[in-house]
């Protein structure tokens, strides 16, 4: 049930573009950081029950389970393989699925606001990572990968999820918006 006044922050517009001209290391950072930073805009201003609502049938996808996919994606990738820990799944330790499957209206806002919180986590890891093509401490299916690959990956995960937040936000209340 939605409280009156409780709803995710809205979230001002204040995201730089990527340069057109920029290394590999400012062009993969700059578009991570553009994609992470359209997150908290595009859910700006839901109720737990919106972020909830699975709006786009058949499928059973929700904001809030893609809030939560990303945030435990950003903790195995920069904590995991980039830094060498292993930091277990905010939401899905015991059940895979449960990032995408075991949200409640109750930790919903909860749930946006742990993104943002791991997101300060994470940023340094791979801020420490000198080189893009050095092997890092994980390994990936039994194989070495380099902060590089993690970046594009993440630029994939993130333009993906949010392409169904877009689908998902309209369904909502009509809000549209790059």
Same mark, same amino acid.
């Not at 058949?58 to 893609?66: V, Y």
């Given at each position: ?11 001002p ?12 290391r400012?062009?993969?950072e ?9 997150l ?7 109720? *737990?029950g919106?972020?909830?609502? +699975?709006? !786009?049938? /058949?499928? #059973?996808?929700?904001? &809030?389970?893609?809030?939560?996919? =990303? ?12 830094a ?9 330790a ?10 409640s209206p ?7 606001? *742990?993104?943002?919180?791991?997101? +300060?986590? !994470?940023? /340094?890891? #791979?801020?420490?990572v &000198?080189?893009?093509?050095a092997? =890092? ?5 039994g194989?070495?990968?380099n902060?590089?690959?993690v970046?594009t990956?993440?630029i ?11 689908l ?11």
């Amino acid at each position: 049930m939605d409280t009156p006044g409780h709803r995710t922050p809205d979230v001002p517009d204040t995201r730089t573009a990527p340069p057109f001209m920029a290394g590999d290391r400012e062009s993969l950072e700059s578009w991570l950081e553009f994609y992470r930073q359209t997150l908290p805009i595009k859910v700006g201003g839901l109720t *737990a029950g919106q972020l909830c609502q +699975a709006a !786009v049938p /058949p499928s #059973a996808l929700t904001i &809030a389970g893609i809030v939560r996919h =990303l945030t435990d994606v950003e903790r195995y990738w920069f904590s995991n393989v980039v830094a060498g820990t292993a930091q277990p799944a905010r939401y899905g330790a015991e059940d895979p699925d449960a990032d995408f499957n075991a949200y409640s209206p109750d930790t919903a806002l909860a749930d946006v606001a *742990a993104y943002t919180g791991e997101l +300060a986590r !994470v940023r /340094p890891l #791979a801020a420490a990572v &000198a080189d893009l093509d050095a092997p =890092l401490p994980a390994l990936r299916h039994g194989q070495e990968l380099n902060l590089r690959w993690v970046y594009t990956h993440m630029i994939e995960e993130y333009a993906r999820h949010l392409g169904h937040v877009d689908l998902l936000r309209e369904c909502l209340d009509g809000s549209t918006g790059y």
